[in-house]
Nanobody
Framework: QLQLVESGGGLVQPGGSLRLSCAASGFTLDYYAIGWFRQAPGKEREGVSCISSSGGGTNYADSVKGRFTISRDHAKNTVTLQMNSLKPEDTAVYYC???????????????????WGQGTQVTVSS
């Protein structure tokens, strides 16, 4: 059973930073493209960033380019999303997701992803 668990969310002031982590059980994250998505109240879920399998590239939504960084920790079997210069509009529930197929390049449309975590709340407010 493929399971994903997000952690690292919380309350932070504008301009602050948070580091989200996506941990896997039951499979090796390196073999899958991994995406981070977010859903704000009253809005549709949107793609934030993704990283391709096995050393492939990364993609970012325009709204987070230059502020967010996605990376893998191979030893810990995790994918992290480092979020800097946070803005109130970054407030949302953040989800990580794994591709439904092995060894693919990543893309932000969520239709590529078949396995989802439960989400972690990020709130940016003074």
């Amino acid at each position: 059973q493929l399971q994903l668990v997000e952690s690292g969310g919380g309350l932070v002031q504008p301009g602050g930073s948070l580091r989200l982590s996506c941990a896997a059980s039951g499979f090796t994250l390196d073999y899958y493209a991994i995406g981070w998505f977010r859903q704000a109240p009253g809005k549709e879920r949107e793609g934030v960033s993704c990283i391709s399998s096995s050393g492939g590239g990364t993609n970012y939504a325009d709204s987070v380019k230059g502020r967010f960084t996605i990376s893998r920790d191979h030893a810990k079997n995790t994918v992290t999303l480092q979020m800097n210069s946070l803005k109130p509009e970054d407030t949302a529930v953040y989800y990580c997701a794994a591709d439904s197929v092995l060894f693919r390049l990543c893309a932000l449309p969520e239709s590529q992803y078949g396995y989802w975590g439960q989400g972690t709340q990020v709130t940016v407010s003074s």
